[in-house]
């Protein structure tokens, strides 16, 4: 599985800003390359502190971005740019608004549609500039080259995935998350976990990618239950910065696997916040997962600080205590998702292949419905 002789190409922004009080980086980069005419997306909260980011020219704001971005709030942001004509993008958000900020910096200057860059290298190229700035710690969009909106036909998430969606600059200041809810720090933790943890695992795992992928499960272990506690915890915060970067690193040349995959029905029909929905996943994928990559998921138990367990069962028990010990509610139906939804869910899960094919262990529709069972 672990293979130091397959090819692989890892792509950074060109430039990161990592660190309390980077923020100023944002101007003196917008300085820099001249430009008059910056748009920010965002969420309706981030979009009351753009002015925090001291941008220069004739700065506007699409501060409508949703949790679960579906096709028409991509399509709003769009027309938005197309009236301003920006020659500079600023994601600042979480996931959700750096996603469609990376779609507006490729879409936004031509009459190429959504549907016509959906999948891998479709992107013909981009000639405004891209700067991302995380808010929360979860997601690691500031360093990829995915982004994903949801389809409301068929409610399942569209992923499109282009060298041309790096960021120029990723702007990572662990100060901007201060205020973020336990509840969302939590959950955001667990999403960035994931990431380490489904790459580490991956049929596709590759050694340049697992040094990052052990650490930020370590940097989550260590600083997410200090976050959680008090918010205010400077390096706990930093830590999980951090972490939640070497997530995004893995994404791009190894990306995720069952537990995504098996998550996202529950954001796409049910709006549970895509961070949670990796968390109520993780352990059930982990100890399936198990009996294929056990000396990998030993050294996620050993990562996290947890107990070393060598049965699936005892490390479902770990890692669900664990989840659960950050105050995250792990019962599907304590979410809101009714149990005859199920064996749809699991259809739809099933179906994502471009995950499901990279898990270490095949895992069927069954199974899948299983899971949410246990879950519920």
Not at 240 to 256: E, F, M, W
Request: charged residues 20%; contains cysteine.
């Amino acid at each position: 599985m672990t293979n130091a002789f397959t090819p692989i190409e890892i792509l950074r922004p060109t430039a990161i800003e990592f660190g309390c009080g980077t923020i100023t980086a944002a101007a003196r980069f917008a300085e820099r390359i001249g430009a008059k005419r910056p748009l920010v997306i965002s969420d309706p909260f981030n979009a009351r502190r753009v002015d925090s980011l001291a941008l220069p020219g004739a700065v506007k704001v699409f501060g409508d971005v949703k949790p679960e971005p579906d096709l028409p709030n991509l399509e709003k942001a769009i027309a938005m740019a197309r009236e301003v004509w920006p020659d500079l993008v600023i994601g600042f958000g979480g996931g959700s608004a750096m996603d469609l900020a990376k779609l507006v910096a490729v879409l936004c200057t031509g009459e190429v549609a959504f549907a016509d860059v959906v999948g891998a290298e479709k992107v013909a190229g981009r000639s405004v500039a891209l700067m991302q700035i995380p808010t929360t710690s979860g997601t690691g969009s500031e360093a990829g080259t995915r982004a994903l909106v949801t389809d409301p036909v068929s409610r399942n998430k569209q992923a499109v995935q282009s060298r041309f969606m790096l960021a120029d600059i990723a702007i990572v200041d662990p100060d901007l998350t201060m205020t973020v809810p336990k509840e969302v720090t939590a959950a955001t933790g667990v999403d960035a976990l994931a990431h380490c943890v489904e790459a580490y695992t991956s049929r596709k795992a590759q050694p340049m990618i697992d040094l990052y992928a052990i650490e930020g499960a370590r940097l989550v272990g260590r600083y997410l239950p200090r976050a959680v506690a008090d918010g205010g915890d400077r390096e706990a915060r930093a830590g999980l910065a951090l972490a939640s970067l070497y997530g995004g690193y893995c994404l791009g040349p190894v990306n995720t696997t069952a537990g995504h995959a098996v998550a996202y029905p529950l954001g796409t029909r049910h709006h549970v916040a895509h961070g949670l929905a990796c968390a109520v996943i993780f352990p059930h994928t982990l100890a399936f997962n198990m009996p294929a990559v056990e000396a990998k998921t030993v050294a996620v138990l050993q990562a996290l600080g947890l107990p070393e367990r060598k049965n699936p069962t005892l490390a479902f028990e770990a890692t669900h205590e664990f989840c659960t010990g950050l105050g995250l509610e792990m019962r599907l139906s304590a979410l809101g998702v009714p149990r005859d939804d199920l064996g749809v869910m699991a259809d739809e899960a099933h179906a994502i292949r471009r995950l499901l094919d990279n898990n270490p262990r095949d895992l069927g529709r069954d199974a899948i419905l299983k899971m949410y069972e246990v879950a519920f």
